[in-house]
């Protein structure tokens, strides 16, 4: 049969504006957080991360926020632009019980960014 | 300095086919990791590499497999392909633990038909 997709959220914004993209994660071990950005045809690019021991961190126009007490991290993009149109992951990695849960990303669905002249 | 690559980019095979494909990761990075982006189930990790050694898999069947050589470049294969393998395979690599920062490769897009 067919398959049905994911249905991304899509986020609409002027040029300017300020974006914010949400993600809610699901293992409230995980103690590792990033933000990919990715354009078609090509693979992820890393934007910025965060520890669980921290709850804010920023980069050059954008800014990430973590809320582990209800397992939610967001990202915005200040003054966006319409470069910054993609496909936005969020990442946590997992903690396994006795180690680090190597190499291993569980990846959100992705919010799909689209910005305007 | 150099990013992730992978080879090839794109590649046709028919199903009951195997198919092998390649990843260079940044000079100095010893971890690989690999993952499948389908657009029904996003992004899902499949397995990971240090020093040669397969550390972590994701829950993917015995026909997906992979290896890394000394010089920490990474291989999977697929053997017994089905139309349900057609899927973007993206590579990552990080310097060495599971917490470090991953940085992608472009991927190798794969139809099977």
């Known amino acids: 049969g067919e398959s049905v997709g994911l249905h991304l959220p899509t986020l609409s914004v002027q040029e300017g504006d300020n974006s914010i993209i949400n993600c809610a994660y699901s293992n409230s071990a995980s103690d590792y957080f990033i933000w990919y950005k990715q354009e078609s045809g090509k693979g992820p690019q890393f934007i910025i991360d965060i520890r669980s021991n921290m709850d804010k961190r920023q980069g050059q126009r954008v800014t990430v926020l973590l809320n582990k007490t209800v397992k939610h991290l967001s990202l915005q993009i200040a003054a966006t632009q319409p470069g910054d149109s993609a496909v936005y992951f969020c990442a946590e990695n997992p903690y396994n019980a006795g180690g680090t849960s190597y190499g291993k990303l569980t990846f959100g669905q992705g919010t799909i960014l689209t910005v305007h002249p | 300095k150099a990013g992730v690559t992978q080879t090839p980019r794109y590649l046709i095979k028919t199903r009951g086919q195997q198919v092998t494909l390649s990843c260079s990761p940044i000079s100095g990075h010893r971890s690989v990791s690999w993952y499948q982006q389908t657009p029904g189930q996003g992004l899902q990790f499949l397995f990971e590499y240090f020093s040669e050694t397969q550390r972590n898999k994701g829950n993917f069947p015995g026909r997906f497999s992979g290896r890394q050589f000394s010089n920490s470049r990474s291989e999977m294969n697929v053997s017994t392909l089905e139309l349900g393998d057609s899927a973007l395979y993206l590579c990552?690599?990080?310097?060495?633990?599971?917490?470090?920062?991953?940085?992608f490769g472009p991927g190798t897009r794969l139809t099977v038909l």
């Open positions: 990552a690599s990080s310097l060495s633990e599971g917490t470090d920062t991953q940085y």
